[in-house]
């Protein structure tokens, strides 16, 4: 199974900008690189996801390595909602296009107000 | 679209009862999947679904069975419960699985006595 290493637990003041790592040397050629975010007593949602080139949407930026071997979670400013678990994560080929998501145990942003 | 709905949102059963956790999605998805998270741990993938007729199983298949009768249901059937199936229960539904994004239900608190 490809896998990813995160970091367990990172702080951030509230409106700075938070960099969240996460290393996954093991990842194949075709493997999209996805972030979920949990909030508190809630199933996770998505974030983002990208395969090569570094990702923007209205949540975050995605920023990925040349060689893909690691990539960042970006929010620009982070809020106090943006407490949470966030999760790196890797898919693994089951058989042609089909694929299953493995959760590491993630990074606990914690932000200080 | 209610998105992901999941019922009964907590339960209580003993040692050896049987149940059904309910999941069903409105958005036509073709994967779904069934996910626990026990506590400070992050999910782990237990059975899934590519379509109707088609499960297969994931990291932690045991004592748990499921079938895919329609696109829109998902259930999961605890057989016999044990007190090691004690977890948040999640499910989740994605349009295909490659490099979409999965919607995750807002969990089922299960807890064996």
């Known amino acids: 199974d490809a896998k990813t290493t995160q970091p367990n637990s990172m702080e951030s003041n509230e409106e700075e900008p938070v960099h969240l790592p996460c290393n996954h040397s093991?990842?194949?050629?075709?493997?999209?690189i996805h972030w979920y975010r949990q909030l508190p007593s809630q199933g996770p949602e998505y974030v983002i996801h990208?395969?090569?080139s570094n990702v923007n949407n209205r949540m975050a930026s995605l920023a990925i390595a040349e060689d893909r071997k690691s990539s960042t979670l970006i929010l620009h400013r982070a809020t106090l909602r943006d407490a949470a678990v966030y999760y790196c994560?890797?898919?693994?080929?089951?058989?042609?296009?089909?694929?299953?998501?493995?959760f590491g145990t993630g990074t606990r942003l914690k932000v200080l107000a | 679209n209610a998105g992901v709905t999941q019922t009964p949102k907590f339960q209580v059963l003993k040692t050896g009862q049987s149940m059904t956790l309910q999941c069903a999605q409105d958005?036509?998805?073709?994967?779904m999947s069934w996910y626990r998270q026990d506590p400070g741990m992050g999910l782990r993938l237990i059975h899934y679904s590519v379509g109707a007729g088609i499960t297969d199983q994931g990291e932690v298949p045991n004592g748990y069975n499921v079938s895919r009768s329609t696109t829109e249901d998902f259930p999961l059937r605890l057989l016999s419960a044990a007190p090691s199936q004690t977890s948040v229960y999640f499910c989740?539904?994605?349009?295909?699985?490659?490099?979409?994004?999965?919607?995750f239900g807002p969990g089922t608190r299960l807890t064996v006595t």
């Open positions: 093991t990842i194949s050629g075709t493997d999209y």
């Open positions: 994560i890797l898919r693994d080929l089951l058989w042609a296009g089909t694929y299953k998501y493995i």
């Open positions: 990208g395969l090569t």
């Open positions: 958005m036509n998805h073709e994967y």
């Open positions: 989740a539904s994605s349009y295909s699985t490659g490099g979409s994004e999965q919607y």
